[in-house]
């Protein structure tokens, strides 16, 4: 019954309140309490310790003190450093770790050299920087020949394929291999004309060329076959050979 009396009492007492700042001290700010200000001077009192007992030590101070940990420690800025201290590294393990260094650079440049093999080896007439250029030398006996000497008519070939050093035909091979590719007067004929219709009419003469020329003369030329072949009995050997194409053009 005392408690809840108690309790009701409190709950129709007048609400505590603080005392503000007067109206002629706002511009000072709230108004400090006895729990602040308490704050307040024993950080004060906190820190004038700290600096009495440092006077205090700095006074007592002995200037031939040493500690052993003098020696590898510095003050930079007011704050203890600890000195980084060098490795010693003696004359045998030196040694050894340039033969483990050596060791290594030669492990590594078998590997690369190996590389370079296994790429080589794929590639197939292929000329790069730093290959072996090969030499092909010719002898002769007096100074005469040497001044008179002519690459062409020696390797029996041709002047412009002199510097090819792989499939360097002879004259004689030229003169018997057929040449592939349109080579016959009419094929020529139409070729010319398509040029001349082409600087002409622009893309019109070259359709007009393709769709109307070309087929005339295909269908003549094979008219000319079959003609040329009925009185031999092979028209249609000859007709198969006639129409071989190879890499894409009619072989004439």
Same mark, same amino acid.
């Given at each position: &019954?005392?408690?809840?009396?108690?309790?009701?009492?409190?709950?129709?007492?007048?609400?505590?309140? @603080?005392?503000?700042? #007067?109206?002629? *001290?706002?511009?000072? %700010?709230?108004?400090?309490?006895?729990?602040?200000?308490?704050?307040?001077?024993?950080?004060?009192?906190?820190?004038?310790?700290?600096?009495?007992?440092?006077?205090?030590?700095?006074?007592?101070?002995?200037?031939?003190?040493?500690?052993?940990? &003098?020696?590898?420690?510095?003050?930079?800025?007011?704050?203890?450093?600890?000195?980084?201290?060098?490795?010693?590294?003696? #004359?045998?393990? !030196?040694?050894? &770790?340039?033969?483990?260094?050596?060791?290594?650079? @030669?492990?590594?440049?078998?590997?690369?050299?190996? =590389?370079? @093999?296994?790429?080589?080896?794929?590639?197939?007439?292929?000329?790069?920087? %730093?290959?072996?250029?090969?030499?092909?030398?010719?002898?002769?006996?007096? =100074?005469?020949?040497?001044?008179?000497?002519?690459?062409?008519?020696? !390797?029996?070939?041709?002047? @412009?394929? +002199?510097?090819?050093?792989?499939?360097?035909?002879?004259?004689?091979? !030229?003169?018997?291999? =057929? +040449?592939?590719? $349109?080579?016959?007067?009419?094929?020529?004929? +139409? $070729?010319?004309?398509?040029?001349?219709? &082409?600087?002409?009419?622009?893309?019109? %003469?070259?359709?007009?060329?393709?769709? +109307?020329? /070309?087929?005339?003369?295909? $269908?003549?030329?094979?008219?000319?076959?079959?003609?040329?072949?009925? =009185?031999?009995? *092979?028209?249609?050997?000859? !007709?198969?050979?006639?129409?071989?194409?190879?890499?894409?053009?009619? /072989?004439?």
């Amino acid at each position: &019954m005392a408690a809840a009396f108690r309790k009701a009492a409190k709950s129709r007492q007048r609400e505590h309140r @603080e005392r503000s700042q #007067p109206g002629f *001290r706002k511009h000072l %700010g709230l108004l400090e309490k006895k729990k602040d200000y308490k704050l307040r001077a024993d950080d004060y009192h906190k820190k004038q310790e700290f600096l009495r007992a440092l006077r205090k030590k700095a006074l007592e101070k002995n200037p031939d003190e040493f500690y052993y940990k &003098m020696t590898r420690v510095k003050l930079q800025d007011g704050v203890h450093i600890i000195k980084e201290t060098k490795e010693e590294v003696t #004359p045998e393990q !030196l040694k050894l &770790m340039r033969t483990q260094d050596i060791k290594y650079i @030669e492990m590594k440049r078998v590997a690369e050299a190996k =590389k370079i @093999e296994r790429l080589k080896s794929e590639l197939h007439l292929l000329d790069f920087q %730093g290959k072996q250029q090969n030499k092909h030398v010719f002898f002769f006996d007096t =100074k005469k020949e040497v001044e008179q000497f002519d690459i062409a008519t020696h !390797l029996q070939t041709a002047p @412009e394929l +002199v510097d090819r050093v792989f499939n360097r035909p002879r004259i004689e091979t !030229l003169q018997k291999e =057929k +040449v592939k590719g $349109i080579t016959h007067q009419t094929g020529l004929k +139409v $070729i010319f004309s398509i040029v001349i219709l &082409m600087g002409v009419w622009g893309n019109q %003469g070259s359709f007009l060329c393709v769709c +109307v020329c /070309v087929p005339l003369h295909l $269908i003549c030329y094979l008219w000319k076959t079959l003609k040329f072949s009925l =009185k031999n009995g *092979r028209w249609k050997e000859d !007709l198969m050979m006639r129409l071989e194409v190879e890499e894409g053009c009619l /072989v004439f």
